[in-house]
């Protein structure tokens, strides 16, 4: 069992930078893949980023790629979410979610165990 708490969401210009956290209890965090999806009003959850448990493979979704990056401390049982050169299509409420390593598609929402609660990210133009 792993429970997810996110934060570091908030409000920001376009052009600006937020990171996102999530704490994981659990014993098994080391061991989960981690991934980061977003939801915005109106819209089904979509894709934003994903890390092996190893922390040596990630996927981005093309709409981020170059602007954020994902990070792990299994140490601290934390995944990070750097964003830079946020728009305002950015917005939307983000959320952490774990799995077990496994073939499953990695930029598939259904195919996580794991979910937190989320965080708001609105960046106003």
């Known amino acids: 069992q792993v429970q997810l708490v996110e934060s570091g969401g908030g409000l920001v210009q376009a052009g600006g930078s937020l990171r996102l956290s999530c704490a994981a209890r659990?014993?098994?965090?080391?061991?989960?893949?981690m991934g980061w999806f977003r939801q915005a009003p109106g819209k089904e959850r979509e894709f934003v980023v994903s890390?092996?448990?190893?922390?040596?493979?990630?996927y981005y979704a093309d709409s981020v790629k170059g602007r954020f990056t994902i990070s792990r401390d299994n140490a601290k049982n934390t995944v990070y979410l750097q964003m830079n050169s946020l728009k305002p299509e950015d917005t939307a409420l983000y959320y952490c979610?774990?799995?077990?390593?496994?073939?499953?598609?990695?930029?598939?929402?259904?195919?996580?165990?794991?979910w937190g609660q989320g965080t708001q990210v609105t960046v106003s133009s």
């Open positions: 890390i092996t448990w190893t922390g040596r493979i990630t």
């Open positions: 979610a774990a799995r077990p390593p496994s073939g499953r598609r990695y930029n598939d929402p259904d195919e996580y165990d794991y």
């Open positions: 659990g014993r098994t965090f080391s061991t989960q893949d």
